[in-house]
């Protein structure tokens, strides 16, 4: 499919059309997110329904991508097996794993040979854990105009210092790129979404790792490349830690941010059609609740995620946690800000809050609760 790139009058793409070719990288490890990535990679992991990845692929098709390229690394078979050839998905779909990780650029440029786009045209690359209701065309259309060596998405947020902080001037120049600053000169950051001109990504070197961030930004503003800021404060979050994750999972359920792959309508919870809750269960927030799950009477699951075939009992509290898939929370147990691995079992009466993770298989005996009048 082509599309039709309309910048603000008087800019230089009016009606132009092409085909347009995304990269996504999706070869991190996901420590953050261990015990759930210790076995699925990041993009992998189920979010609303769905891996998260099938969100982003909706969102770059609506936008009227047509070419995806993965870059992939960690457990990269996984991918494959479930996307294929991208066709549900209304995109098609390339794989290109790395042997060895090659960081972000090396990443992109590994992938250089795959792509349809003419030197001077437009590649979009996004890292794979980004979930971002910007304007993907409007983006398009900022670079066309500006004719840009790279143009990229930028967020404000209250704390920079865990991303690239991004300054710019009054006309969206961009003046530096630091990574991961300890004491960050803007709130600005960068957002994980760039429109690259294709012929840029050849420039990065081959056969080694590169990080984009700290090596290839950093050299093109070095040689005074035009790299622009898009600045677009929609709904945006990186997925990449247990609190983001369990967050952005609920928007999605309760429709803060629109996919186009939700398999449902919006609603205070997804439940898939073979869970068995109770009646006198409170499912809200946002709740997922995965196939095959047992919610019993009483149990109470706020704005959680519970994977396919878990089991909560009853009396039990679950607020902004993941459950694993198969996992066990037992009668009158409570989760607040928690991770429970594969299979785990947390015991009757347990409490696990802010950021507790219990690895896969782990068994937490119950808690026996013995008043003094008892002894
Ligand atoms: N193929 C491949 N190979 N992909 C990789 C590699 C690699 O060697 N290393 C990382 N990635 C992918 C990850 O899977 C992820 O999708 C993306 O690159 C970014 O890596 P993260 O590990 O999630 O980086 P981050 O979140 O700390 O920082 C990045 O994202 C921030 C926005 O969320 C940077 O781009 C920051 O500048 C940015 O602000
Ligand atoms: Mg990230």
């Avoid at 001037?169 to 961009?174: A, I, Q, Y």
């Avoid at 404060?233 to 990186?238: E, L």
């Avoid at 409570?334 to 782990?362: F, M, Q, T, Y």
Wanted: aromatic share 6%; net charge negative; with cysteine.
């Amino acid at each position: 499919m082509a599309i039709a790139l309309t910048a603000e009058p008087g800019g230089a793409t009016d009606h132009e059309e092409f085909p347009i070719d995304a990269i996504i990288l999706v070869g991190g490890r996901g420590t953050r997110l261990r015990p759930l990535t210790l076995g699925v990679p990041k993009p992998l992991l189920p979010m609303a329904g769905v891996p998260f990845l099938a969100h982003q692929l909706a969102r770059l098709h609506a936008a009227g991508v047509d070419h995806v390229v993965l870059a992939t690394s960690y457990r990269a078979e996984q991918f494959c097996d479930y996307f294929g050839d991208g066709a549900r998905f209304g995109v098609q779909l390339e794989y290109v794993t790395e042997a060895e990780p090659l960081g972000t650029g090396g990443a992109i440029r590994n992938v250089a040979d795959r792509l349809h786009a003419k030197p001077d045209e437009p590649v979009i690359v996004i890292n794979g854990d980004i979930l971002s209701g910007h304007d993907l065309r409007a983006q398009l259309a900022l670079h066309a105009e500006r004719s840009a060596a790279v143009t990229l998405h930028l967020v404000e947020v209250d704390d920079a210092r865990s991303f690239g902080c991004v300054p710019i001037d009054r006309d969206g120049r961009v003046l530096a790129f630091l990574e991961k600053s300890p004491q960050p000169v803007t709130n600005l950051i960068n957002a994980g979404c760039y429109v690259f001109r294709r012929e840029v990504i050849e420039r990065i070197p081959t056969g080694r790792a590169v990080s984009v961030e700290c090596e290839t930004f950093p050299e093109l503003l070095g040689a005074d490349e035009l790299l622009v800021g898009y600045v677009e404060n929609a709904y945006w979050s990186d997925i990449g830690t247990p609190a983001a994750f369990v967050r952005a999972s609920c928007d999605l359920v309760r429709g803060v941010v629109a996919s186009p792959a939700l398999p449902g309508p919006p609603g205070e919870a997804l439940v898939m059609p073979s869970a068995d809750v109770s009646d006198a269960a409170a499912i809200a927030g946002g709740s997922f609740i995965g196939e095959r799950v047992r919610v019993a009477v009483n149990a109470i699951v706020m704005g959680s995620v519970v994977l396919d075939g878990a089991v909560i009992e009853s009396d039990a509290v679950v607020r902004a946690s993941i459950v694993g898939v198969g996992a066990r929370v037992g009668a009158g147990a409570v989760l607040d800000g928690a991770v429970i691995g594969e299979g785990s079992h947390v015991g009757e009466r347990n409490e696990l809050v802010g950021g507790a993770r219990v690895w896969p298989g782990v068994v937490l005996p119950p808690v026996s609760i013995r008043f003094s009048s008892d002894e």
